[in-house]
């Protein structure tokens, strides 16, 4: 064996592996560009950088205090005007419960004025009246639970056990308008629930 077959052979050895070695490098290469530009087909996570929404709910206590300024001043109305026509009659109450016992008893007069006044808060768009009572028991109960559909019927469970202490106070049932009053906050309730999506049970 002759030296240059030994280092032809070397030569050989060597061209040939840095050509090897140049075509790794150049696979190697384009297999980190191919890895660059596609992504695997498996799950990749992603965070978003968004994280979920909830909406928290809050009393709105600017509109309760409102709301109960408001029915204060008018039970304070009625309670004079029903004094007013009582002293008239030689007839005195001592608070507000006894008030409610002697208009349910119907053992008083009314005078012409008194009698007018009435019917104009009753009336269906008067204060008293079936529209805007159910309204203001409405707005009063959205703004307790800051408009939270998931506490409608918590809301309506209280509603309903007041109608039945006012019954109670009453000593009976209360009168038409009373009852129709408490139809169109069921109502009320059965709107806000099922605009909110859930289910109403008939």
Known sequence: MSVNGVTGGSNVYSTTYAAQSKNTETK???????SKGTT?????????G??????????????IAKLKADADARTSQLQSLVEKMLTK????????NDMWSILASGKFTVDPATKLQAQADI????YWGVSQTSQRILDFAKA???GDPSQIEKMRSAFE???????KKWGGSLPDIS?????AVQKGFDDMAKEAGLTVED
């Open 28 to 34: 190697s290469e384009a297999k980190t560009e191919t």
């Open 40 to 48: 695997s087909a498996g799950a990749v996570y992603e965070p978003s």
């Open 123 to 126: 009336a269906e768009d008067g």
């Open 161 to 167: 056990k007041g109608f039945k202490m006012a019954e």
């Open 50 to 63: 968004e994280t979920a929404k909830t909406t928290k709910y809050k009393p709105d206590t600017n509109m």
């Open 144 to 146: 307790l639970t800051g």
């Open 179 to 183: 009852q129709k009053t408490y139809d």
């Open 89 to 96: 009659q030689g007839q005195t109450y001592g608070n507000a």
